[in-house]
């Protein structure tokens, strides 16, 4: 079975500070991952996602993730906050061998962003 | 661009009331999700449909049905709403090319629901 922990509900930075969101995974097949980033009142929008081609993956606005089986972590980084960086972030993990086959997310984390 | 069309952002009802919440999308992906989003506990999935006429339970159907008679919508269904089912709703949409290289799903911008 997959599932993916978020370590940390809340992560508070400065601006210009580094981000750093914590993502572990388990998963029974080769996992394909994925960050999404909520801001307030809106849906989900991807940021970046794991397929297995490249461990170090680079997303939209700044943000990258390294996939580490080893770790079987996933962690979000961005170098320097930005305030509009404040928002909601999941990790998720695809549900694997099923049709019509669905992603599992982790618990959300809120990124605060101070100036 | 995706676009996931979900028709109320927000809903006040009452307990025992029936509702409805809808979703269309418009890109003719074959799958559709509906997910809760609640504090401290991200999203659950209540249910997914793959085909026209198809669905299947995902890990929270109890108390919900879903309706998919077009392709293109979807609706989930409180036969009797009660206050526990106070809750952000999303629905997300994709396709088996999708799903079968990435799982990428696209997402509406959420139902907030609440029973009184």
């Known amino acids: 079975a997959q599932s993916v922990t978020q370590l940390g509900s809340h992560v508070s930075v400065s601006e210009g500070a580094l981000v750093l969101l914590r993502c572990n995974y388990s998963?029974?097949?080769?996992?394909?991952l994925f960050w999404y980033v909520q801001y307030p009142n809106q849906g989900l929008q991807l940021l970046l996602k794991y397929t297995s081609a490249a461990t170090l993956v680079k997303g939209i606005n700044g943000f990258e993730a390294e996939f580490k089986k080893s770790e079987t972590s996933f962690h979000l980084t961005k170098p320097s906050a930005h305030m509009s960086d404040a928002a909601e972030y999941f990790c998720a993990v695809r549900k694997a061998n099923q049709a019509g086959t669905a992603l599992i997310f982790g618990k959300g984390t809120t990124l605060s962003v101070s100036s | 661009d995706v676009k996931v069309t979900q028709s109320s952002r927000y809903l006040v009802k009452r307990t025992g009331e029936k509702v409805f919440l809808e979703c269309v999308q418009d890109?003719?992906?074959?799958?559709m999700f509906w997910y809760r989003q609640d504090p401290g506990l991200g999203l659950r999935l209540i249910y997914f449909s793959y085909d026209v006429k198809m669905k299947e339970k995902g890990d929270i159907p109890e108390g919900y049905s879903v309706s998919r008679e077009k392709k293109e919508r979807f609706s989930l269904i409180l036969e009797s709403a009660s206050t526990n089912q106070t809750s952000m709703y999303l629905c997300?949409?994709?396709?088996?090319?999708?799903?079968?290289?990435?799982?990428?799903?696209?997402f509406g911008e959420g139902s907030r629901l609440t029973v009184l």
């Open positions: 890109m003719d992906h074959e799958n």
């Open positions: 997300a949409s994709s396709s088996p090319r999708l799903l079968a290289g990435t799982g990428e799903l696209f």
């Open positions: 998963s029974s097949v080769p996992p394909y």
